[in-house]
């Protein structure tokens, strides 16, 4: 017996070791690059860690030569309706492919999943020049409507809702319930951490996308904070201290945000199905 | 297959409702990106410039044909095969094993969470730096490995390393998305049996196997489905370690990189041949998936 | 099945549909603009003008602009900046029709848009109004004309220089080499366990000068000839800093590009250009350093990167475009960049007042007269990616200066025959 504890014991902090040390690697860039943040020039590019000559210069750089105010607005508004669009859509769609019978459901899902298999590189250009002949280019049309939709989630939510037990549904649908009930008012809740799986991803996805937005943007008063810190990065050559701030000026808020939206990941466990 | 079963008194309406719910995706998609799809298909069997489409010429399938005489196209598909055959299961595992730990009674979840997701929301320049710094000739891996008698390699030089070195990068930054996705998973398994099975000798890992495994089924397929959909479609990691060539040597060459170098780095390329090369490696993954989906239909005809 | 199967393909087809009757509606849309401009002549022309995004130039170009539409009523700037890629950007918006009237005409995507016929030709309007042309730099004219017209005309440019660590040199009693033979030398004296001779990165824009002091060149007319004698010579001596451990490339001990491995001392010499002047002000205040033109073999020779204004072929209002270009490229607007320390501004006489205020690219106002342009015809890219393929073989020893050279040559060629 006694052998049997200390031999847990020492596993636990073998677990514990590795769990640490592991966290330790995945947050050192960002450490790193939030100390860079404060350096100056001269110092960020060393090696050594000092706390002296750390200051808010770079900063005030960003705040004082960005129109850095309407980035932060444009890419709340982008992130925000391309989340909530996609987060319906989705959703809708994933139950659609789990639980509904209908002609030529297999065939419209497997073109859900065959789109994300052609590289969108290919599409680009044709793409743009429709954006271009609707006169989207510089609108937040362009930058939210072709992007309401996602493959890859609408695939992950038909493999949550396949993984909950129908009962409640079907219970449901004999007290008279209509599916579009059903949908919103029983499947929804169940797969709660599945939402949130999908608002994270989204959202930060969209925060921090470049390539489309620095497309369809040519003037600096759509720019999005990602399009617009993409100044920082000269012609030829940057200063790393000042993009290490820009960096944090995009990352932190999606920290925070991430510390909001994670306890629904894990905490909403008594309201997911299997009661 | 849902034909197998019999269906309950409630599915016809149920078409109604399943049309309704998939429309705006449908009409999304339709727009979106098999509108232009068909546009590029069309391309695939031309000598076709953008800026100068009144000299273009269809060449029929001169474009496909050539990718089979094409080495460096051979040489990208190895490299990317490589890279999804490593990249995948690996990711997954690492994944599914934080997802693990912070359902786990570990003490400071909250923390382990935030710190197992920053990778992914690290900016790619960030990253970038820090691989430089910790993967150059008189970097700190080096000097680690040196301790054990391996010869200190220059990782992003040395045509046999930078593959190798665009597969850490990848797994470092991808494992924080893929953990919480198995988190949400984990959350349909009630607490007790994850409890249960937690990983704390050879019995806990046995109940692992044999219940919280099976019961994260549809998870893990998607987990894997979507993980060889994108890692066939490797771009960033080659274009940061490469800075944009696939070098040295081609070492760092994948598929889509190379439609890139073929189409999209020069003004006015011939995009005909980029086309084609995308439209075969829409084959291959698509054949690939469908094979998958046929593994495990087979393993759980409940799904 | 089939029915669902051909509903979508019905709903394709009206998407197609839908998008061809835009695309006329878009047409006669541009039809009744164009014909509204000629039936309203009082009214201002506003032209648009594109240019990179960045913190900097966009200032300076909006205040020009505004400077310009008070001395021009009749003529307004609609200034748009594109960001990340301007190359991909700015071709993009030649494929849907909607290309901006003045654009910054890079040097190596130039001869592509003016082989597709997208750029205005610019020697009639020089002459119409009297332009001051013999004062641009020559080489940056030679740079943007094709088929004997001009393109473009330069905004600012760089070149290549030789920095070295002075404070290394004086310890070993060393000057700045002036030939290829110095340059092996010094870099052999000043190699050590902790600091290299050199550092280079192993490309085509910094390899490209030795291959014309060898008497070689790249290209033969307006096509790419890489693979001749004395730049395969020539490459053999690049290569042969590396394999004797007298030069490395800056990834290899972990900086990101020569800026940083010279700012740290971590190497002795490097070539690079002008721009450096500046990131060492800020990175390595400290660091006391020269710029020497680059050493000689059989002739001297630099490089010159360079951007410069065109005006699209398709522009309803070339002459307003012109205006704007020769406003924005006069003495005082071109002066008013010197503070900026990014480059040289484009015209000969400024470059006393520029050296007057940053004596440190003393020896680049020197190098003009013998720059080659970074400009290799419509395979611009391919040329730049198969050289620097062709240097990364010979240096890992995976094949011989005159083969690797071969293949490039080969591969360049394939890829004209595939555009042409």
């Known amino acids: 017996m006694n052998q049997n504890s200390s031999k847990i014991n020492m596993s636990k902090v073998i677990f514990y070791i590795i769990t640490i040390s592991y966290a330790l690697i995945a947050i050192m860039p960002f450490i790193w690059s939030f100390y860079s943040s404060f350096r100056t020039p001269e110092d960020v590019n060393k090696i050594n860690i000092s706390f002296k000559n750390l200051s808010m210069m770079n900063y005030k750089y960003i705040f004082t030569n960005l129109p850095i105010g309407r980035y932060y607005l444009n890419s709340v508004i982008v992130a925000a309706i391309v989340t909530v669009g996609n987060l319906l859509i989705n959703s809708m769609a994933g139950y659609a492919f789990a639980r509904l019978e209908f002609a030529g459901k297999d065939i419209m899902f497997m073109i859900v999943l065959g789109i994300m298999m052609i590289p969108g590189q290919v599409l680009m250009v044709p793409t743009f020049v429709m954006l271009s002949k609707l006169n989207w280019l510089n609108s937040f049309r362009g930058l939210t409507i072709p992007f309401l939709f996602s493959s890859f989630y ?15 549904e079907e219970a449901a649908f004999i007290d008279g319930m209509s599916r579009g009930g059903i949908f919103f008012k029983i499947a929804l809740p169940l797969v709660k951490p599945a939402l949130s799986t999908q608002a994270i991803g989204l959202f930060i996805g969209n925060w921090n996308a470049f390539l489309w937005p620095s497309l369809i943007a040519t003037k600096k008063e759509w720019f999005t904070l990602p399009v617009g810190l993409g100044d920082l990065e000269f012609r030829y050559f940057s200063f790393q201290n000042q993009v290490m701030a820009g960096t944090m000026c995009l990352t932190i808020p999606i920290i ?20 | 297959m849902p034909q197998k079963r019999g269906k309950p008194s409630y599915a016809k309406k149920d078409a109604v409702w399943g049309y309704l719910f998939v429309l705006p995706a449908m009409i999304l998609i339709a727009v979106w990106i098999i509108y232009p799809m068909i546009f590029a298909f069309r391309l695939s069997f031309m000598n076709f410039k953008y800026l100068t489409p009144e000299k273009a010429r269809y060449v029929g399938f001169a474009n496909y044909i050539r990718a089979f005489s094409d080495d460096t196209f051979k040489k990208a598909l190895t490299n990317t095969f490589k890279y999804s055959l490593i990249v995948v ?20 979840k909250t923390f382990f969470k935030v710190a197992y997701y920053i990778p992914s929301i690290t900016s790619a320049l960030a990253v970038g730096t820090m691989f430089k710094f910790l993967f150059n000739q008189q970097g700190i891996i080096n000097r680690f490995l040196s301790n054990f008698g391996f010869h200190s390699v220059s990782w992003f030089e040395d045509p046999s390393y930078a593959l190798p070195l665009c597969m850490i990068m990848a797994i470092w930054s991808s494992v924080g998305g893929g953990m919480i996705l198995f988190l949400a998973g984990l959350q349909d398994i009630p607490s007790s049996v994850i409890e249960a099975a937690q990983v704390d000798g050879a019995n806990g890992f046995q109940r692992f196997l044999k219940i919280i495994l099976p019961l994260l089924r549809p998870t893990i397929f998607f987990a894997v489905v979507t993980g060889i959909i994108g890692t066939l479609q490797v771009f960033d990691q080659a274009y940061i370690v490469s800075r944009g060539s696939g070098g040295p040597l081609d070492s760092t060459m994948t598929v889509v990189l190379y439609i890139y170098n073929k189409g999209f780095r020069t003004t006015n390329a011939n995009m005909g041949y980029p086309s084609a090369l995308a439209f075969l490696l829409f084959a291959i993954i698509f054949t690939l998936t469908l094979i998958q989906k046929k593994f495990f239909d087979k ?5 | 099945m089939k029915r669902v199967l051909s509903l979508f393909l019905a709903l394709c087809m009206t998407v197609t549909l839908f998008a061809g009757c835009s695309k006329k509606a878009a047409q006669t849309n541009q039809q009744n603009e164009q014909q509204q401009q000629t039936e309203q002549k009082k009214e201002p022309v506003t032209i648009t003008v594109a240019t990179f995004s960045d913190a900097f130039g966009n200032k300076w170009e909006k205040e020009v602009a505004d400077e310009f539409m008070k001395q021009n009523p009749d003529i307004k700037v609609n200034l748009e900046q594109y960001p990340g890629d301007f190359f991909k950007a700015l ?20 001869p592509s848009l003016i082989n597709a016929g ?44 030789l920095f070295y660590n002075k404070e290394m040199f004086e310890k070993k009693g060393l000057k700045p080499p002036t030939n290829w033979e110095e340059l092996r030398q010094c870099a052999k004296m000043l190699t050590t366990k902790d600091v290299k001779g050199l550092a280079l990165q192993n490309e085509i824009a910094r390899f490209q000068p030795l291959a014309y002091q060898n008497g070689g060149s790249m290209m033969d007319g307006q096509n790419p000839k890489v693979n001749r004698d004395e730049n395969i010579k020539a490459a053999e001596f690049w290569t042969s800093l590396f394999k004797d451990g007298l030069a490395v490339e800056p990834k290899d001990i972990g900086e990101g590009w020569d800026g940083d491995a010279f700012g740290k001392g971590k190497v002795a010499m490097t070539i690079e250009g002008g721009w450096m002047c500046k990131y060492l002000q800020n990175t390595a205040p400290n660091l006391k350093y020269g710029v020497v033109e680059l050493p000689v073999n059989k002739t001297k020779s630099t490089m010159a990167f360079t951007v410069a204004w065109g005006i699209a072929s398709t522009s309803p209002n070339k002459d307003a475009a012109f205006k704007f270009v020769s406003f924005i490229t006069n003495k005082d607007n071109q002066r008013k960049v010197i503070p900026e320390q990014n480059a040289l501004p484009s015209r000969i006489s ?19 007269e013998y720059a080659a342009p970074y400009n290799y015809g419509i395979a611009g890219t391919t040329v730049i990616d198969e050289v620097g393929k062709a240097l990364e073989k010979i240096k890992l020893k995976k094949s011989d200066a005159k083969s690797a050279f071969d293949e490039a040559q080969k591969n360049i060629e394939a890829y004209l025959a595939d555009v042409k």
Request: one cysteine or more.
């Open chain 3, 91 to 110: 071709e993009n918006k030649f494929i849907a029709n909607q290309a901006p009237d003045v654009f910054y005409l890079d040097i190596v995507q130039a």
């Open chain 1, 256 to 275: 925070i945000m991430f510390l909001v939206l994670q306890k629904y990941i894990i905490e909403n466990s008594t309201t997911s199905g299997m009661k």
């Open chain 2, 89 to 108: 299961p690996v990711q997954t595992i690492i994944s599914l094993l934080l997802a693990l730990v912070c359902n786990s009674r570990i003490k400071g």
């Open chain 2, 299 to 303: 393993g759980a005809e409940s799904y």
């Open chain 3, 118 to 161: 997208k750029v205005e030709p610019i020697d009639d309007y020089i002459s119409k109004y009297n332009y001051d042309i013999d004062d641009i730099v020559p080489s940056l004219r030679q740079a943007f004309t094709w088929d004997g017209k001009l393109y473009g005309i330069a905004k600012d440019y760089n070149m290549l220089g």
């Open chain 3, 350 to 368: 400024l470059h006393q007042e520029f050296k007057d205020k940053f004596p440190m690219w003393d020896a680049f106002t020197k190098s003009y």
């Open chain 1, 154 to 168: 609408i695939f992950m939510m038909r493999q949550f809702f396949m993984s909950i037990p129908k009962d409640l």
